[in-house]
């Protein structure tokens, strides 16, 4: 089941764009340069991958420090395995991987610390644009229970595909459709239309 | 998935501007950290333009004010102005060389490679990229501010210590006894803006109050550790760093933006927008309210070195993007002004000036072309020599002779 999401089509598209969409083939040349040590290059990727990083790593864990943190560490980790990195495939879901996989470790080690979240949605912000709709899409997402909230960003934030999802989170596919559908319908109930 | 992108990707969510430029400082200096696969070619026209920009920066600076004047001793380095700017990842490439500082000592600045040290014959970078940097009083290290992070470092380049907080981390000051390192963090929204002092070898570190959007000031010359610092209702109060122990306040209502105390600790000088004020160092008691100026904007002051009669101030002219540096001489009280000389025009701004350890040379933050260094003599200038402090730079200290 591709999950595109009936629930968020009439939330419509966004007004504001992602910072720096890159195209494939700018996408590579970014690379290569970064390779090189070019630091324009460095930040073409970083304005690219970073912003959706730190957002998904947020709605993951719901803590801005922490977000920081697993967004900062993911990119920094990126770059210095760029020498291993298939230049075939494009950057930007070989970085959401790792930010999402770092962001759910820090999710269960929390659990097994048994952390409790502050007021997390105290501080949310709207789109520069649209705040009025962004808020509220974005207190329904971080309201969503974790295992709901998760399986929502990583497909939607950071457009993982089902099947990757299901090996991030280590479950089953249809446990990772089942989790978004039940994730999308409560968002279609909470953010007003 | 459809081509069209999904609404959570427009979410901004909290804390993102802030945490996007400290990730991306970390990010360059990673990348700084890594070998590069293969080399970068040579790009002789890009070189020959800097040469040529250079050379029309020297000579705008050798026919207009105020090179104009003293033409003659205006020597712009035209090396170091040439010099490409080096890419961050490459620190060991050229920073514009500067050679001896014609005052003495060390200057301090934070460019886009790091804090650097000009002066000591190359620049030396001695972290990455970071947000501002202090001398300690005797020039051996320097406290650096990366994002929450404060790091201490010796002019090798040897981390020393460093501690984290939780909110971005501003205006560090290392106390002139050389125990003690101020700094403020927080934000308004977010619990205030708090003062903190932390032990010269990184321990201790404590809130000392709360306070407002100025810079913290130690009192030098005085048994203890004293710190000024402004708080958010107008008051400048002075405490012991250690205890907390309040040892006086003024009243409220006043608009800092920079509190700077003579070097004798006597005479502490608040310096508003538009106005300059003299407090007893001592008691807290108002000596003199300068005059509301109407005509420009004050930016930035620093006491000349074992004066308390003399310091500089640096002025932005309303309605222009022109600044102009200023001696103020006061009466022999330190109290009230009794001249202005005017020793540098600029047509742009002017930052945050320093004076040269035995106080006869004067720099001022200027634009990347390169910074005037004055040569002060008595109300006046009579040499100027040109500074190249690297692209992005912002002057931290000029120290120890």
């Known amino acids: ?74 990119f920094v980790a990126a770059v210095r ?8 495939r494009p950057f930007g879901p070989w970085l959401r991987t790792i930010v999402a996989r770092r962001a759910i470790d820090h999710v269960r080690a929390c659990a097994a610390r048994r952390e409790v979240d502050g007021a997390v949605l105290d501080g949310v912000v709207g789109a520069e644009e649209d705040a009025p709709l962004a808020d509220d899409l974005l207190a329904a997402v971080a309201a969503l229970p974790e295992e709901q909230r998760v399986v929502v960003v990583l497909r939607h934030l950071l457009e993982l595909t089902p099947t990757e999802i299901a090996e991030v989170v280590g479950v089953p596919r249809g446990t990772v459709n089942s989790r978004l559908r039940r994730g999308l319908d409560t968002l279609a109930r909470e953010v007003p239309r | 998935m459809s081509g069209r992108p999904s609404p959570l990707a427009a979410l901004r969510v909290p804390g993102e501007e802030d945490a996007r430029r400290r990730a991306w400082a970390v990010a360059q200096a990673a990348l700084a950290q890594r070998e590069p696969v293969a080399k970068r070619r040579a790009r002789p026209p890009l070189a020959l ?10 000579l705008a600076l050798a026919v207009t004010a105020p090179g104009r004047a003293t033409a003659d001793w205006v020597r712009a380095r035209i090396d170091a102005v ?21 005052g003495g000592g060390l200057i301090l600045v934070v460019n886009d490679h790091g804090p650097t040290v000009l002066g000591l014959g190359a620049p030396r970078v001695l972290l990455g990229r970071v947000d501002a940097a202090t001398w300690s009083p005797h020039g051996k290290y320097v406290a ?39 700094y403020v963090t927080g934000t308004p929204g977010r619990g205030g803006r708090t003062v903190r002092v932390v032990a010269g070898d990184g321990t201790g570190d404590h809130v000392l109050a709360a306070t407002g959007p100025a810079p ?56 508003e927008p538009d106005r300059t004020l003299i407090f007893n160092g001592a008691t807290g008691a108002l000596l003199a309210g300068g005059r509301h100026t109407t005509k420009s904007t004050n930016i930035a002051v620093a006491y000349k070195p074992g004066s308390s009669t003399v310091y500089a ?22 109290v009230r002004p009794v001249d202005f000389s005017t020793v540098l025009f600029a047509g742009g701004p002017l930052g945050a000036p320093a004076w040269s350890p035995t106080g006869d040379w004067l720099v001022a933050e200027g634009g990347a072309a390169g910074w005037d260094v004055l040569h002060v003599a008595g109300r006046g200038t009579d040499r100027i020599r040109l500074l190249a402090p690297g692209r992005g730079a912002h002057l931290a200290g000029w120290c120890c002779g």
Do not use: K
Not at chain 2, 237 to 262: H, M, V
Not at chain 2, 317 to 329: Q, Y
């Open chain 2, 49 to 58: 333009a800097a040469v040529a920009v250079a050379a029309i920066v020297v």
């Open chain 2, 216 to 271: 913290p000031a130690w009192q030098p010359a005085t048994a203890g550790e004293r710190l000024a610092y402004a708080d958010n209702a107008g008051r400048v109060a002075l405490r012991d760093a250690d205890s907390g122990r309040l040892i006086w306040r003024t009243r409220g209502g006043l608009r800092p933006i920079q509190l700077a105390f003579s070097s004798d600790g006597r005479r502490l000088l608040v310096l």
């Open chain 2, 144 to 182: 650096a501010v990366r994002g929450i992070e404060l790091i201490a470092v010796d002019l090798a380049g040897h981390r020393r210590w460093s501690l984290a907080g939780h909110d971005p981390i501003r205006w560090p000051t290392w106390a002139p006894s050389g125990f003690r390192v101020a």
């Open chain 1, 81 to 88: 395995a760029l020498e291993g990195f298939d230049r075939a």
């Open chain 1, 1 to 74: 089941m591709d999950a595109q999401p009936e629930a968020l089509r009439w939330i419509g598209a966004p007004r504001v764009r992602r910072a720096a969409a890159l195209t494939r083939r700018a996408e590579r040349a970014a690379v290569r340069g970064a390779l090189r040590g070019d630091a324009a290059a460095l930040d073409v990727l970083f304005r690219a991958h970073w912003p959706v990083a730190y957002r998904a790593a947020w709605l993951i864990v719901r803590d801005a420090h922490a977000a920081e943190d697993l967004a900062q560490e993911g």
């Open chain 2, 82 to 102: 040439a010099h490409p700017p080096a890419p961050p990842r490459a620190p060991a490439n050229p920073v514009p060389s500067t050679g001896p500082l014609p």
């Open chain 2, 313 to 334: 101030l640096v002025r932005r002219l309303r309605g222009s993007g022109d600044a102009r540096l200023v001696i103020v001489h006061t009466d022999r009280h330190g």
